[in-house]
Structure formats: structure tokens, C-alpha cells
């Protein structure tokens, strides 16, 4: 509530599209991705829906703004389902250590993680986001398979406590070897994941 | 501030336990367990060594109570290790969940790990604990093996991601599967480390 401040906003300009995404980490946070709606989003808001898509085009586009992911997870998703199962662990292992060693990017998904470590909404978004928007797309390369979607889980689970370990305890020696090396040592291992799952067919 | 609390401190009782614990916290999370001492953590508090002695007994107890660790790092080390290299990865996935399942070992783990995730001090403290009082002590195993504490931390970094994707963030069905299928399925990856490791040798 500092007023006169050069900084805050203009007088008249109220924030729409802050209010808009505040609005919508409420309702995605509260509902869950399917049961959230551009229309609840904009009641909370305030405005109109035809706004909220003018300013942000499709709920999943207003979902990822208001997570802040940093990448877009299409393209995540494809580099690495894309070449069938074979080398996935190695993609898998190489395309987040790619995203989570640049530190523009790693901050915004930090702030995602440590919000969903201790707050439920965020929880739940994290957790939408994650199935929804890459393990569903990698989840297509294991068609068939069985407890493809468990294994897939595994796979992210051993990912995320990779960065916490690299990147947030910094435990040595594994925050300081090089990206190849990691690779090298975690690639074969999240493979087993999905051999384990051809043996068992 | 609340005066006559039957709940706050008595009258010239203050909490010296509280003080020196939250000084062990101070002095660990700056200094790291090896450059920290019960004299500097005495002093912070404004009470004699000897009373810090008194009530915690040695560094390493004095360092455990401050992190509210709830359970016996030796006896876990040892659950793991012992037994040797075979069947590492289940005794490991064991142990693990068989902690992290009880939710009343579950809550001071997890503040823990939020702690770490947010605070460099507190990710110091932890990064400490793992790998003095649970790490040096699972690597006695591996003795003479190429990269063992590379590997060692590997694991470790599977089992926090594993949890975090099981009791934090929820993911079905990693979530609601079973300790036993859970740890039929992770155990024969983290195998996968160590025995990569005889293969190398």
C-alpha cells in the first residue's frame, strides 16, 4: 500500500492480467485441472471470460502462465518420447538436466517445487501439470506395456530428487560432476524402467 | 507475548533447551557440523558448555536433536549396509519407505526437506546429516569400488524423489501402490548402481 510509489501501477491501469493469474492458481490450485473453467477463473477475476482468452488464448496456455513453467512442454515432452523406447532413459536424463542446469529456468520451476512442498493447491497444480502435460505425452511411447504409467512415475521421481540433490543440497560429488557424466551414470539406470517393462510383456 | 498463559514458560524457567537448540541451529546451518562446537553453540545461547553437555551429551546428539532427525541414523545406516552389497538396492528401498510411511516419522522429515528446499542454512544442516550420519556409513559397503559416493548419492537421490512423488506430490498410482510393489519395482534399479559398480571394477 505504497502510495506515490513510480514502481506500482498507474492509476486506472489495475493489473488485469496479474488478477487474472492470481485468480487462476486459486482455481486450478482448488479444482484441479478438469474441473477448473475459464469462466470460474474470470468470476474470480472479475472480468470477462472473452478477456481471459484475448489475454491468454486456451485454459492449458492460462495454466502454464500461471505455473510459470519455463519451456514449453510440448516440445519437452517430444525430445523425449520422440525415437520409441530405446535411449528414453538416456532423452529422459539429458532433456532435464538440459532444463534444470540453466538457471533462468530453474529458478521459476525451484519456486514451483518448494510451493507444492508445502502448499496443497500448489501440490495439486505441480502434480497436474507433470501427468498431464509430459507424462501422458511420454506415457504414448509405452503403449501397451504393463504399469507403463508407474514406471513412468519412477522414472520423474528419480529426475526430481536428481536436481534436489544437484542442484538444492549440492551434495558432492554428484552437484559437481558434468552433465555427460550424470547422464552417463543415470541413463542406464532409468533405462532398467523400461526393459523391465519390455521382459515383462 | 501472552501474560498468565498456563501454557507459557514458568517465571524464571526460561526454555533453556528451546535456546541452545535453536543456537545449534544458528551455529550448524552457517558454520556446517564440522566447523561448528558446543562452545560457539553455548555461547550463542548465553549458557556454560558444560550445560550443553548436560542436556544433549555429544555434538553429533546435540546436532540430531536440533534437526528433530526421528530415528536412529546408526541403527538406519546399519538396517541398509549390513548385509552387504547384495540386496543393497531392496534393504534401501525398505528402509526408506518404512520410514517415510509413518506419518509421524513423515511430518519432521518433511519440514526438513521444505527447510532445505527454501534456506541454505537448512539445506546445509541436511546435506550434513545425510551425508555423515547415513551416507559415510552405507559407503563402508562399498568399500574399494569405482565412484561409490557418486553412486551412493545417486540412490539417495532416487529415494528423496521417490517420496516426494509418492507423499508430497501424490502422483497416482505411485501414491496408492503398495510398499511391497513399489519396492519390487525400484529395488532392482537402485541395485542397478551398485552392481554397475562391481562390473566396472
Chains 1, 2 share one sequence.
Not at 536428481?162 to 532409468?190: G, H, K, M, N, W
Amino acid at each position: 500500500m505504497v502510495s506515490g510509489s513510480r514502481a506500482g501501477r498507474r492509476r486506472g491501469a489495475p493489473d488485469t492480467k496479474g488478477e487474472i493469474l492470481a485468480a487462476a492458481r486459486v482455481e486450478f490450485g482448488e479444482k484441479g485441472y478438469d474441473r477448473a473453467s475459464v469462466r470460474g477463473i474470470a468470476a474470480r477475476a472479475g472480468v470477462d471470460a472473452a478477456l481471459v482468452h484475448h489475454y491468454f488464448g486456451t485454459k492449458e496456455k492460462l495454466f502454464l502462465a500461471a505455473l510459470e513453467i519455463p519451456f514449453d512442454p510440448e516440445a519437452i515432452a517430444a525430445r523425449i518420447a520422440d525415437g520409441g523406447l530405446s535411449g528414453l532413459g538416456e532423452r529422459a536424463a539429458r532433456t532435464f538436466l538440459s532444463v534444470w542446469g540453466d538457471p533462468d529456468k530453474r529458478a521459476p520451476l525451484l519456486t514451483l517445487l518448494r510451493s507444492a512442498m508445502s502448499n496443497e493447491a500448489a501440490a495439486t497444480m505441480l502434480r497436474e501439470f507433470a501427468t498431464r502435460m509430459i507424462l501422458g505425452r511420454v506415457l504414448a511411447a509405452f503403449d501397451g506395456l504393463p504399469d507403463a504409467r508407474l514406471r513412468v512415475e519412477a522414472m520423474v521421481s528419480h529426475l526430481f530428487g536428481l536436481v534436489i540433490t544437484r542442484y538444492v543440497l549440492q551434495l558432492e560429488p554428484i552437484a559437481s560432476t558434468s552433465d555427460e557424466d550424470v547422464i552417463a551414470l543415470v541413463a542406464p539406470v532409468l533405462q532398467a524402467y523400461v526393459d523391465s517393462a519390455i521382459a515383462e510383456q
